[in-house]
């Protein structure tokens, strides 16, 4: 069972580039979200969607933006790229939502912004 | 405002039994989740406490006392997989999850 795949698994970036980072799910969750983690802070949340078509603005939102076109995809992009964004992100999934069930993580996509 | 605080780091030999706090402040209690997350890998679920008590889970246990604002995981006849790091959350009144920056467990032979 594949679960949530995450791709790219690493990527150095040069600053003002753009970047897409892909989440596909076959779990069929309802609920997806993205994450960053950095040192020394816990899981921030950046974007959210709780079904296909909608999407929300989390912790952290400045500088990501995300779609929902379908139940499976959940891609996160950085238009223009800055070095505070070098951090490990991490796509996630729940059949009920984050704060009463379950995530089920993806293996995350460590990002460096030079 | 909201917090979360736990250890940043602890170590315990192989075999032995080891407890990781975490308290909390926040406007309002929704819940309380546990999660395993080794090295360059990603979070897994251990545990949800909505009420007070233990909650026990093979060698893992997961404990809650709302009104002290204060959960601890146990984990007993540690293993040496068992050296990874472990993860607070909660839900707030808004049900938002808040995240602890994690306790780093190191398991000495």
């Known amino acids: 069972t594949a679960g949530i795949t995450q791709a790219p698994t690493s990527q150095i970036l040069a600053a003002g580039r753009s970047m897409t980072l892909r989440c596909t799910q076959d779990?069929?969750?309802?609920?997806m979200y993205w994450y960053r983690q950095d040192l020394g802070l816990g899981l921030r949340l950046i974007h959210y969607?709780?079904?296909?078509?909608?999407?929300g603005k989390g912790e952290v939102p400045d500088g990501y933006s995300v779609s929902r076109a379908n139940t499976d995809d959940f891609p996160l992009t950085l238009a223009s790229a800055v070095p505070s964004q070098t951090s490990v992100y991490f796509c996630?999934?729940?059949?009920?939502?984050?704060?009463?069930?379950?995530?089920?993580f993806g293996e995350g996509s460590r990002l460096t912004v030079l | 405002g909201q917090n979360i605080d736990q250890p940043t780091e602890m170590t315990a030999t192989e075999g032995a039994i080891v407890q990781i706090n975490c308290t909390y402040q926040?406007?309002?209690?929704?819940?309380l989740f546990w999660y395993q997350q080794h090295a360059g890998e990603a979070p897994t679920f251990l545990s949800y406490?909505?009420l007070d008590g233990l909650e026990e889970k093979g060698r893992f246990s997961s404990f809650l006392s709302r009104s002290k604002g204060y959960s601890y995981l146990l984990l007993k006849e540690l293993q040496m997989k068992d050296s990874a790091s472990y993860l607070c959350a909660l839900t707030d009144s808004n049900y938002q999850l808040i995240w602890g920056a994690g306790t780093k467990l190191i398991i000495k032979p």
């Open positions: 996630a999934s729940s059949a009920s939502g984050e704060s009463t069930g379950e995530l089920f």
């Open positions: 969607s709780n079904t296909a078509g909608t999407t």
């Open positions: 926040t406007s309002g209690f929704n819940g």
């Open positions: 779990m069929r969750h309802n609920a």
């Open positions: 406490n909505v």
